[in-house]
């Protein structure tokens, strides 16, 4: 089945997906959502879209299109999934999916009721060396520990020291270090270990009203993750799984770049990962299409359940560092 494609959000994660399915026959774009004519025409002319609306309604109903990808700010992405949902549209919404759980539980419902695929597009949970990493755990034995390092400096937070406070540093979008970056540290972590036991989390808060960075430590029965996420500096120390016979290093935890097998008991350092299509969101991409071509609600690992467990441990993350958003009200 091809994918007739309506995009809410005309930015670069949208230039990034188009990017990725340009190869891809199971997709045509074909409508473009902006609020003003003039973007959405522009948009859709650059990437051949045959219509343009400034009406989610209008968009929700339309019959040219089958699918839609939210790409706008986390704090509207429910109440446009509901709407898309409710007529029958598959949805491949981006990261974080919601605002809070609760506004999760009311789309996987929608999806439920009108029997149509929802997706949160995590790219890192769809990447061939995610699943090396997924497959090769137990030849770490009993898993001890693991650190997920995500820091990026933010390409806005120069303007926002300057006194421009742009829509990435604003609680009413739902933003900041824990929801843009800090996710991509918890959806893997949870598809990997499942859901923690406890969870402890500290934040550096600005003026704003959001955190410019932080870090969340998840306790599970034998074990405890660490994760570091930052808007407001840059890392290059990778990530680890540390298992009592070894551990697997992960260059670029949001991309899983490469990753190498420490084998404690034959001391023995192992490349195990393999080279990637250089846009990551193509596999996200392909997994969509293949959901929506053989009617499968939902993804295994971009599952309903991980994206409701990344979204509680966010919840109970912003809780403990004080980040409130009108969203939750």
Known sequence: MTIKLGVIGTN???????????TLEDYEVVAVYSRTEERATDFAQKHGATYTYTSLEDLAASTHINAVYIASPTSFHADQAMLMLSHGKHVLVEKPAASNYEEWAKMTEAA??????????MKTTQLPNFLTVKE??????TIRSGFANFCQYSSRYDAYKNG???NAFKPEFSNGSLMDIGVYGVYPIIALFGRPNEVRAQGHMLESGVDGAGSLLLKYDESQIIINHSKITQSVIPSEIQGENGSLVIQNWSDFHSVVHHNRMNKT??????????NPMYYEAIEFAKLVSNQTLE???NSHKNSAITLQVLDEARRQIGLVFPSDQ
């Open 12 to 22: 670069f994660i949208t230039e990034r997906l188009f990017d990725a399915i340009s």
């Open 112 to 121: 439920r009721e009108n029997e149509v695929v929802l997706m949160e597009a």
């Open 136 to 141: 090769q755990l137990q030849e770490l034995g």
């Open 164 to 166: 421009d406070i742009q």
């Open 269 to 278: 350092e192992t490349v195990i990962s393999e080279e990637q299509h250089q």
């Open 299 to 301: 993804s295994i690992e």
